[in-house]
């Protein structure tokens, strides 16, 4: 895990939010600090490789320079590259770099929660598995999301208002694609960024 930002200490309880961050949104910056009504730290992270599908559009390093314009000034947030994509590999660089007493949470909005909890891991490292390195920490977002019984006391649930589930990066990408006003939906400082970047790609045509 290589950080980008680092905070200062080491959190008792740390929240992990990893995604693609094409571009950050308002709607990542209000998670996570939702998040941190329960957690000490987030640790935002971006996968140097995603396990089911490649990068397209920003690249890496645009990605990592917008996520360090949306982050500064918050002295509980940090930032990392991470080498695997998967939540328990990124989890477990998460202990390496942290320590084994840092209590992780994986936070993520509900859908995001629903994908998690049923998605097919083919007996590798199965949900119930990887919520014994982890919790997970579910933002309301788009509704309320209620934990199968089986997992329900490693899932903790945090409100989020309801504009958090109208945001998201895909919407951000369809709004410039169609020329609409998309800027509401950034943090002010990923703005010329993302200006920027859209000429770069304009250039490149």
């Given at each position: 895990?290589?950080?980008q930002?680092?905070?200062?200490?080491?959190?008792a309880?740390?929240?992990?939010?990893?995604?693609?961050?094409?571009?950050?949104?308002?709607?990542?910056?209000?998670?996570?600090?939702?998040?941190?009504?329960?957690?000490?730290?987030?640790?935002?992270?971006?996968p140097?490789?995603?396990?089911?599908?490649?990068?397209?559009?920003?690249?890496?390093?645009?990605?990592?320079?917008?996520?360090?314009?949306?982050?500064?000034?918050?002295?509980?947030?940090?930032?990392?590259?991470?080498?695997?994509?998967?939540?328990?590999?990124?989890?477990?660089?998460?202990?390496?770099?942290?320590?084994?007493?840092?209590?992780?949470?994986?936070?993520?909005?509900?859908?995001?929660?629903?994908?998690?909890?049923?998605?097919?891991?083919?007996?590798?490292?199965?949900?119930?598995?990887?919520l014994?390195?982890?919790?997970?920490?579910?933002?309301?977002?788009?509704?309320?999301?209620?934990?199968?019984?089986?997992?329900?006391?490693?899932?903790r649930?945090?409100?989020?208002?309801?504009?958090?589930?109208?945001?998201?990066?895909t919407?951000?990408?369809?709004?410039?694609?169609?020329?609409?006003p998309?800027?509401?939906?950034?943090?002010g400082?990923?703005?010329?960024?993302?200006?920027?970047?859209?000429?770069?790609?304009?250039?490149?045509?």
């Amino acid at each position: 895990m290589e950080f980008q930002i680092r905070a200062r200490g080491t959190p008792a309880r740390l929240a992990i939010l990893p995604g693609a961050f094409n571009p950050p949104t308002r709607a990542h910056l209000a998670i996570a600090e939702l998040a941190l009504s329960v957690v000490d730290e987030v640790l935002f992270v971006l996968p140097r490789v995603f396990p089911h599908k490649e990068y397209q559009g920003a690249p890496l390093d645009a990605r990592l320079e917008m996520l360090r314009a949306a982050l500064a000034g918050n002295t509980r947030f940090s930032l990392a590259v991470s080498e695997q994509g998967l939540f328990i590999d990124i989890a477990r660089e998460a202990h390496q770099a942290y320590g084994a007493a840092s209590e992780l949470f994986l936070v993520c909005g509900r859908d995001a929660a629903e994908r998690i909890v049923n998605w097919d891991y083919g007996g590798r490292d199965g949900i119930q598995k990887q919520l014994e390195v982890f919790k997970l920490l579910v933002a309301s977002r788009g509704g309320h999301y209620e934990a199968p019984l089986h997992i329900r006391e490693r899932v903790r649930s945090i409100a989020a208002p309801p504009e958090v589930g109208e945001i998201s990066s895909t919407e951000v990408r369809r709004r410039i694609k169609a020329g609409e006003p998309w800027e509401d939906l950034v943090p002010g400082p990923v703005v010329p960024l993302v200006r920027e970047m859209m000429g770069r790609q304009n250039r490149n045509l």
